[in-house]
């Protein structure tokens, strides 16, 4: 399972736990509305905690989880391709979404499942906030681009000190949610709609291909050299 749905369904749990505590805890005061005096504010704590924390933080994993399964499912027609999905490389907090590993080369690929308006100019990125005379668009808190590329040179690296093999390694965005509009100026990282990203990946240019030894033995080193942490790999050849 990825991890972003693994998190949604420990934050939709605890929504339906604290709804239902707040639930009862209402039940038992309407009974006994002078000794249950006090589960009144813990029914009121529980339901803000549930909307104001744990609602918001479900909608948001279900969301990233959503994206990604969508982007599973496109990289799943890809021919001749090892796919992976949802890795942690030893040492490493932060998850790569997808890599694949293709006779052209290897890419790691980073979905967004925005919505709204989304800028890229070079290496910055912004969001339109507001409506109106007041739209205005705003720094992102987090760079796509830049963590798209930092998953590459982390994996080229990984891959270096495992195998022996010096590859340079593509990075693609992906924005999968069809309410999301981009503009891009330019870009220092590749981008991609749902519908482009199976010939984004295809028709990317590295430094050389690779044998099917070499994809061969890159795919085993990530499934089993312990860097697969959740959504594990998938093996696709014609």
Known sequence: MLTTRRMANRYRNLLLLSGGLALACVALFLAAPQGGVVLLPIALMLFFYAVLWLQPRHKSWSSGAEGEEQVMATLSSLPSCYVLHDIVLPGQRGNIDHIVVAPSGVCVVETK??????????????????????????????????????????????????????????????????????????????????????????????????????????????EGGGAAQGGGGHLWFD
Do not use: K
């Open 113 to 222: 499942n925005y919505t709204g308006t989304i800028r890229c100019v070079d290496d910055s990125w912004e969001i339109l906030r507001g409506w109106g005379r007041r739209a205005r668009f705003m720094r992102m808190r987090g760079n796509p681009g830049a963590q798209a590329r930092r998953n590459a040179v982390m994996l080229s690296e990984y891959i270096y000190s495992r195998l022996g093999l010096d590859l340079w390694i593509g990075a693609i965005i992906c924005f999968p949610h069809p309410r999301c509009e981009l503009i891009v100026c330019s870009s220092t990282t590749r981008i991609a709609r749902l519908d482009g990203l199976r010939d984004a990946i295809m028709n990317q240019r590295s430094s050389r291909g690779l044998s099917l030894e070499e994809t061969t033995r890159i795919w085993h080193t990530l």
